[in-house]
């Protein structure tokens, strides 16, 4: 078997990375995935979380049960899950550290204890596997991850389980999921710092026709509402990666998305759009405006996460303050 080789310097706008890992599959692919950034001048924090057995067992103690077995066990679990993502980090030229979080000792629940780690790192960049089957011992699920992304001081992506990361350092095609708001605008500059000469960037807005307000207000005029506030949000998206250095203006495309008029939804319609243009990554803002829509339909980043087949990239608004050596990033 041939043995792989260090990462090139190809993202280096990530400085201080967090991987967050438990004992599944998915955090195997995630860890994997982890090799594209682990260069030289990396600190990468491997992060697990032992669980407390207590709340996953509150009768025990009435019923005569030691939990001090169950506690050991989850600790060798995270333990275990650390070693494996050690081991395939092996060979890179980022300096790789190791933190063990047990709930047992800390208040809390898993998203605000990995979000307390990457604060207490100074993380740029959060990366996780995530399941799109939710498990009974696992905690890399949907709904944690979903928390996180409102906690994470950081931008994070999401790896699906299953995915099959290519030996190649760098991304050659990263699609943008832009709404207009501030989040998403937030997400193309964090989103860029991957972005290579030689990447292909697409970016996108969907024309969302599968949803209706009100019956009082026609479809056609909702749907020009739409287009009209899509075509300004690409074209702003556009113009902020065509500024940057490290974005080849040639290798810019923007383009209108639309569901279908019955059985659809945005983040269906985005997915498509990102496997007919093989995409290998896609970056999006999370917890964004989708005004009434996301009340009654919940987060579109979050069931995008929940679908994806390949890495997902999640940013807020706030995550732009907090990523360092922002002009010298831009120049790499």
């Excluded at 201080?16 to 990396?42: E, P, T």
């Excluded at 991304?171 to 999921?177: D, G, K, N, P, W």
């Excluded at 969907?206 to 949000?233: C, H, N, Q």
């Excluded at 639309?258 to 999370?286: F, Q």
Aim: aromatic share 4%; charged share 25%.
């Amino acid at each position: 078997m041939e043995m792989e080789t260090d990462v090139p310097p190809r993202t280096s706008g990530f400085k201080r990375i967090v991987l967050c890992v438990d004992a599944s599959d998915a955090s195997h692919c995630a860890a994997r995935f982890a090799r594209r950034f682990a260069q030289h001048g990396v600190e990468l924090t491997i992060a697990a979380v032992a669980l407390d057995p207590r709340p996953l067992a509150p009768h025990a103690a009435l019923a005569g049960l030691d939990l001090g077995v169950a506690r050991s066990e989850l600790l060798d679990d995270a333990q275990r899950a650390i070693a494996e993502s050690k081991s395939a980090l092996a060979n890179t030229a980022a300096s790789v550290r190791e933190h063990l979080i047990d709930l047992a000792k800390e208040n809390g629940d898993v998203a605000h204890a990995l979000a307390d780690k990457a604060k207490a790192a100074h993380a740029d960049l959060m990366i996780l596997g995530t399941r799109q089957h939710h498990g009974l011992v696992r905690w890399l699920d949907p709904s944690v991850t979903d928390r996180l992304s409102q906690l994470a001081p950081c931008a994070m992506v999401v790896v699906p389980d299953k995915y099959e990361s290519p030996r190649e350092a760098g991304f050659q095609r990263i699609l943008f999921a832009v709404d207009g708001s501030p989040t998403s605008y937030a997400a193309v500059n964090i989103g860029a710092l991957l972005a290579t000469p030689e990447t292909e960037i697409r970016v996108v807005y969907v024309v969302d026709r599968a949803i209706r307000y009100s019956e009082f207000v026609p479809m056609t005029l909702l749907e020009d509402a739409f287009v009209k506030e899509g075509e300004l949000a690409i074209a702003e998206a556009a113009r902020r990666l065509e500024s940057l250095r490290n974005v080849t203006r040639a290798h810019v495309s923007a383009n209108l998305v639309s569901t279908d008029i019955s059985a659809d939804d945005v983040s269906h319609a985005l997915l498509r759009d990102a496997e007919r243009w093989n995409a290998d990554l896609i970056v999006m803002g999370t917890h964004g405006r989708r005004g009434v829509a996301r009340a009654f339909f919940g987060s579109v980043a979050n069931r995008v996460a929940g679908l994806a087949r390949i890495p997902l990239m999640l940013v807020r608004d706030q995550h732009e303050e907090i990523t360092p050596d922002r002009e010298s990033k831009n120049a790499s």
